[in-house]
């Protein structure tokens, strides 16, 4: 069945010069990779994935931390990028359209897609958690979820080495936040696709977005926290409207 573009939608896009999406964790949701606030799957189901995302939670125990990342690296190498990625790739082929996401997955780089900043980090850029040193090494990634899992140790200082994620109260990376902010306000259309639209400061970039003149659209198919706050709002699934609008825009 044929998704109808909205006109205010379709009106933005096809007169905008410079775009910037920004991306939640719903963007991922179609290729199967569970939402951030969707009951945490399997073994971590009765955890808070916000209590799982901090310095707190890793300090307190870090094997079942350790265990929770190897299997969401395990997870997302397994999954495909979805019909939402791939249109926003063949959107960024042809136009001014920059993409900063919360999202930890590789799924946008993977379907041809650059990504100016990943707000939240990455699942695979693990580091040692004392000098900060990247680590390189290939993490064995298991087939089925395991509750412990000791991390590997950092060549160069013996420190643990930690996932490559921005937990809940830790800084972002330097100079992402600037770089999204800098995007949104320099652009006329910003698309707001798959964020609930609580954790900051990423949730403030489209009132930002607003402040420096873009018109804001969200795309997701329920209302978020955002929703009133916004030009308008579309409430379909990102691989659903993504593709019809970029077909509608007649890129190729
Ligand atoms: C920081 C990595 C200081 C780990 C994550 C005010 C100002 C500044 C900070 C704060 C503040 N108030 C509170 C804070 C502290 C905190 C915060 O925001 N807490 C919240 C809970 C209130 N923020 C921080 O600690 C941040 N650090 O602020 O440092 C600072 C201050 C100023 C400037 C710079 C620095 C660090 C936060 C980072 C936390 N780490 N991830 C990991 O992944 O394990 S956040 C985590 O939540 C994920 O990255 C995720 O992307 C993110 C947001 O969630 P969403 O992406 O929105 O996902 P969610 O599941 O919530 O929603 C999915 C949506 O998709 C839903 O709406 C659903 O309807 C929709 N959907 C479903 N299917 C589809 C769909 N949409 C489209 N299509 C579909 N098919
Ligand atoms: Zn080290």
Not at 52 to 65: H, I, N, S, Y
Not at 237 to 244: Q, T
Request: net charge negative.
């Amino acid at each position: 069945m044929e998704t109808t573009v909205p006109s205010f939608v379709l009106d933005a896009a096809s007169s905008a010069k410079r775009i910037t999406v920004l991306t939640g964790a719903g963007m991922s949701a179609e290729s199967g990779v569970p939402t951030f606030r969707d009951a945490q799957t399997g073994l971590w189901e009765q955890f808070d994935s916000e209590a799982l995302a901090t310095p707190q939670a890793w300090d307190a125990d870090t094997d079942f931390v350790w265990a929770c990342y190897v299997w969401r690296m395990a997870l997302v190498r397994r999954v495909s990028p979805n019909a939402g990625h791939i249109a926003l790739a063949r959107w960024q082929a042809v136009s001014d359209l920059r993409i900063a996401t919360q999202n930890v997955d590789d799924l946008h780089e993977r379907a041809g897609s650059e990504v100016l900043t990943h707000v939240h980090g990455s699942l695979f850029a693990s580091r040692c958690s004392g000098c900060e040193a990247p680590y390189d090494a290939e993490i064995d990634l298991p087939d089925e979820p395991f509750e412990r899992i000791t991390p590997p140790v950092c060549p160069g200082c013996g420190g643990a080495v930690r996932p490559g994620v921005v937990w809940f109260g830790e800084n972002l990376p330097e100079g992402s936040f600037d770089s999204a902010v800098d995007a949104v306000t320099d652009s006329d259309l910003v698309l707001v696709v798959g964020t609930s639209g609580m954790v900051y400061p990423f949730a403030a970039l489209p009132e930002i977005a607003r402040g420096g003149g873009a018109r804001v659209v969200e795309i997701n198919p329920n209302e978020t926290a955002l929703s009133r706050s916004l030009d308008f709002s579309w409430q379909e699934g990102a691989a659903i409207a993504l593709p019809a609008l970029v077909d509608a825009l007649g890129i190729p």
